[in-house]
C-alpha cells in the first residue's frame, strides 16, 4: 500500500481543498463542475466517516485534483508519465500524467499520488483516499445512468465502502468484458483485495 507523507500538505493540496484549481489545469468547464462534485462527495464522505482534518483535505483534494489533465492532448500526456505508463489508451493517460506533474511541484504524499495515478483504473495498493477517489468518480451524482443504484451507493459508502467498491468493480468488469475488452492486472488485483477483504477485518477499517 502506499504510504502517506507525514509531512505539512502540499501547498497545492491546501489550495485543491478550497476549491482551487492548478493553473496549469487543462479542463474544460464540464469537467471542472464534475471536479468539484466529486470533491463535495469526497468531503462528505470523509466527514459522516469522522476522518481527521487532514484526511478530509487530503480526500477533499484528491476530487479537485483528479481530472486535471483530463482534456489536454493524450500524446502530449504520453511524453509526460514514465515509460510503464506509455501503454495505456489516451483517455486514461491523465491520472499518471497529473501525478507527474505534481511530483514536479514538490508533492511527496504518495497515498494521494497513487489515488490520483490510477483512479481509473484500480489499485490493490490503494490507501483509503484512492478507493474513496475511485468510488466518487463514478457515483458523481451529476452522471446520469444508472441512477438509482448509484444513489443508494453514494449513500452507502460512508460505512459500507468495501461492498460498495465490490458493487462499482462488478459493473465496470461486467461493461468491460461486454464490450469484449481486455481487463488491466491493475484492476483485477483490485477486484481481489476487494472480495477478499484483503487489509480491512471491517468496512469500518477503510
Given amino acids: 500500500m502506499a504510504k502517506s507523507s507525514k509531512s505539512p500538505p502540499h501547498p497545492i493540496v491546501k489550495l485543491a481543498a478550497q476549491g482551487r484549481f492548478p493553473d496549469w489545469t ?44 483530463r482534456d489536454a492532448d493524450p500524446e502530449e500526456l504520453r511524453e509526460m508519465v514514465d ?9 486514461v493517460l491523465h491520472g499518471p ?27 490493490p495498493d490503494f490507501e483509503p483516499v484512492g478507493m474513496a477517489l475511485y468510488a466518487a468518480d463514478f457515483l458523481d451524482p451529476g ?3 444508472m441512477n438509482a443504484w448509484r444513489k443508494d451507493l453514494r449513500a452507502r ?20 468484458l461486454g464490450e469484449m475488452r481486455p481487463l488491466r492486472q491493475e484492476t483485477m488485483d483490485f477486484w481481489n483485495r476487494m472480495t477478499k477483504g484483503e487489509g480491512w477485518a471491517s468496512d469500518s477499517e477503510l
Fill in 83 to 91: 515509460p510503464p505508463f506509455h501503454e495505456l489508451p489516451g483517455k
Fill in 157 to 176: 459508502f460512508p460505512t459500507e465502502p468495501r461492498e460498495v467498491l465490490k458493487g462499482i468493480l462488478k459493473a465496470r468488469l461486467i461493461h468491460r
Fill in 143 to 145: 452522471r446520469d445512468f
Fill in 97 to 123: 500524467a497529473t501525478a507527474r506533474r505534481l511530483r514536479e511541484e514538490g508533492m511527496r504524499d504518495e497515498g494521494l499520488l497513487h489515488a490520483i495515478t490510477f483512479h481509473t483504473l484500480g489499485s
Fill in 26 to 69: 487543462v479542463a474544460k468547464g464540464s469537467r471542472l463542475k464534475h471536479m468539484a462534485r466529486v470533491a463535495k462527495l469526497l468531503r462528505s464522505w470523509a466527514r459522516k466517516r469522522g476522518e481527521s482534518g487532514k484526511e478530509i483535505q487530503r480526500w477533499t483534494a484528491a476530487g479537485y485534483l483528479h481530472d486535471t489533465f
